[in-house]
């Protein structure tokens, strides 16, 4: 029992020391709100923080970054971003020196594990493409959504969601089966350190399974349906977001730490390629934030961009260098890279959908293979 | 007045405060949750996350109110649905291969046919003779009726009872 306290004060202790204290709204100082009458100002505080020191970024009259670019030119690194149009079956294929491609009328698409082909799904097929928008391959089933493709250059699985519950099927289209009736909402997420190996959510309770075997390594109760898993990517540690807070299990499915903000919602979270940062967007109120937290480093979460509105999905660059922040509310995308920010801006049009309306797009785990 | 000390200080972010917290609370919370669930690992995660629901909390919690029946309405709970979940999973997935759980380690010869009660059953005994709670203060725990926690508590013992003989 002692051993079982000390590891639990490990995870309560440091859940304790990253406690983000609730937001409190500020009164807006005489000089910013001059400061304002003078921009026709609304606000944007884009909080870039190395080592916390906030600089008012942007003022002007409309929500969003001043300055941003009118059209997606470029990537700032190099890869590739597949761009999702959610239920309004869209995908398109955007490469770093901003040649984009419609690919089809898909509701969801994902990368192979190395780039070199797509899965995307509609309302009744999941299907295999290359990057030309081929297909290669489709297997007809009920509302299949949330594909996670993983493997070698020879062996891959992709992993799906469809009306029948969790399903895994070999990279070349065979061997399709039901790994888990009860698995039907978050998407499944591989193992990145163990073959065919995959993380899903099932009754409240995470579960790593070898489904080639059918063996179950692990499950963790988490008592809530989590919006997403994510692995680092040398599978030491899964982040299970779940709306109010961020729990990362290690390898073996113990709690190693939590993240939580009092009174606000976390709403994305992922792993930098290569590290252990966890890139968190928090939404309090009116008011969303970008956060980064090291898992390893108790501390401190290091605030990289805050402004009104929503923020949507968020994309780590292959190199890990820049952030991608979509910014629904302000129409704009968002590039960053420490105190850098490269704005992108009339994103809408450039991802139209057929009502017109605002898209809501898809980016997370999207950007792929530099 | 010492725990509510800690919490103030805990409150204002002191580790050491929350720590005697943890300290004093931990070996109850954790028992609790073990001699519900009979499973070591469970209660563990049990125990360790009522504390992180306390941390969670901590901003909000009401320094005038005894901080344990708090914490123990949270791992009892918990320990019961863990419980139950189990019981279903092992219905329906029979082809599921994790490892065991491992037996209990229970003092006391009546306390060792604990592990063959139903899940509610277990809780109000741990509650009452374990955590030594009063039925009215179980039924406020639990949210149960005063006559439900009796019967309980009735059936638990009987039934411990006969496993005894």
């Known amino acids: 029992m002692r051993d079982a306290e000390h590891r639990a004060w490990e995870v309560v202790k440091r859940a304790f020391d990253e406690r983000m204290p609730a937001s409190v709204p500020r009164r807006p100082s005489r000089h910013l709100v001059a400061a304002l009458v003078v921009a026709l100002g609304a606000v944007v505080a884009a909080v870039l923080s190395p080592p916390g020191r906030a600089v008012f970024h942007q003022v002007r009259e409309a929500v969003g970054v001043q300055h941003a670019a009118p059209a997606l030119f470029s990537l700032p690194t190099r890869g590739r971003l597949l761009v999702v149009s959610a239920a309004h079956g869209g995908v398109w294929l955007v490469h770093d020196n901003g040649l984009k491609r419609r690919l089809g009328s898909y509701d969801d698409a994902q990368w192979s594990p190395h780039g070199r082909f797509l899965v995307a799904t509609n309302a009744s097929s999941l299907v295999a493409l290359d990057p030309r928008g081929d297909v290669r391959w489709s297997l007809i089933r009920r509302e299949p959504r949330s594909p996670r493709w993983e493997g070698t250059l020879t062996d891959t699985r992709i992993a799906y969601i469809s009306a029948s519950g969790l399903r895994v099927v070999a990279g070349d289209g065979t061997g399709d089966k039901l790994i888990d009736r009860r698995a039907k909402d978050a998407p499944p997420a591989w193992d990145t350190a163990k073959a065919h190996t995959l993380a899903y959510e099932s009754s409240g309770t995470v579960v790593l399974r070898n489904t080639d075997t059918g063996r179950i390594d692990w499950r963790a109760p988490i008592g809530v349906v989590p919006s997403g898993l994510e692995w680092s990517d040398d599978g030491h540690y899964l982040a299970v977001v779940s709306g109010q807070r961020i729990v990362v299990l290690d390898a073996r499915g113990h709690v190693r730490r939590t993240v939580s903000m009092l009174g606000a919602s976390l709403t994305e979270g992922a792993f930098a390629p290569g590290s252990h940062r966890f890139a968190v967007v928090v939404r309090s109120g009116s008011r969303s934030e970008v956060r980064v937290v090291d898992v390893d480093r108790p501390g401190h979460a290091r605030l990289l961009f805050a402004g009104p509105g929503a923020f949507g999905d968020i994309a780590w660059s292959p190199d890990a260098r820049w952030l991608l922040v979509a910014w629904p509310t302000a129409d704009q995308w968002l590039f960053l890279h420490g105190a850098h920010v490269h704005a992108v801006a009339n994103i809408n049009e450039q991802f139209p959908r057929s009502d017109h309306r605002g898209p809501r797009l898809r980016l997370a785990g999207r950007w792929c293979c530099g | ?165």
């Not at chain 2, 037996?103 to 009660?117: K, N, Q, V, Y």
């Open chain 2, 1 to 165: 007045m010492a725990e509510r000390a800690w919490i103030l200080g805990a409150q204002r972010g002191s580790v050491a405060d929350f720590e005697r917290l943890f300290r004093e609370h931990w070996p109850r919370a954790y028992r609790a949750a073990h001699l519900v669930t009979g499973d070591a690992a469970a209660a563990e995660d049990i125990a360790q996350e009522a504390f992180l629901a306390a941390v969670r909390n901590l901003d909000r919690f009401d320094r005038r109110r005894p901080f344990a029946p708090w914490l123990h309405r949270i791992v009892v709970n918990r320990a019961i649905d863990w419980t139950r979940a189990r019981k279903l999973r092992a219905e329906v997935e029979l082809g599921d291969w994790l490892p065991g759980a491992p037996a209990p380690e229970l003092d006391g010869s009546a306390l060792g046919h604990i592990a063959e009660l139903a899940p509610e059953h277990r809780a109000v005994i741990v509650l009452r003779y374990i955590l030594e709670y009063t039925p009215g203060e179980i039924s406020d725990l639990l949210d149960l009726p005063r006559g439900t926690v009796n019967s309980r508590l009735r059936r638990g013992l009987d039934r411990m009872k006969e496993q005894a003989e």
